[in-house]
């Protein structure tokens, strides 16, 4: 299984990130809605650009192995953050899946952090362990 390891961290970095980047391009070409959708949460929009880069440039900084502690971790709290802001009704059954979801991608980046996004990674490769 050694031999595989590598690989399998790749893997499992690139469909970690792989919701957040998709997420952080469609906002780009949504961008007036997603405004509108934020603020109907009580969320200003012009956090929108911030938003933007934290699941677009940390979803492809896990994707590369870039700063990769750091973006998980980041994107730990923002995804527990858009958990308790967005789908918190307890009321509804999908927001509720939705939340549990939440958490557990925050899970799945929090064992990332701790362990490190493996030897295919540019964090490996410049020998940097943040």
């Known amino acids: 299984m050694d031999k595989f390891t590598p690989w399998i961290a790749l893997a499992g970095r690139v469909l970690l990130a792989l919701m957040f980047v998709l997420a952080g391009y469609d906002k780009i070409g949504g961008y007036e809605g997603t405004q509108q959708f934020m603020a109907s949460a009580g969320v200003p929009g012009a956090l929108l650009p911030l938003v933007i880069l934290a699941e677009l440039g940390g979803g492809l900084a896990i994707v590369f192995g870039f700063l990769t502690r750091t973006a998980s971790i980041g994107l730990a709290v923002f995804t527990v953050l858009a958990a308790v802001i967005f789908h918190a009704d307890f009321n509804d059954y999908t927001q509720q899946l939705l ?9 799945g980046l929090l064992i990332l952090a701790a362990s490190g996004p493996g030897r295919l990674s540019i964090d490996s490769t410049l020998g940097r362990h943040w």
């Open 99 to 107: 939340f549990m979801k939440n958490l557990s991608i925050a899970g």
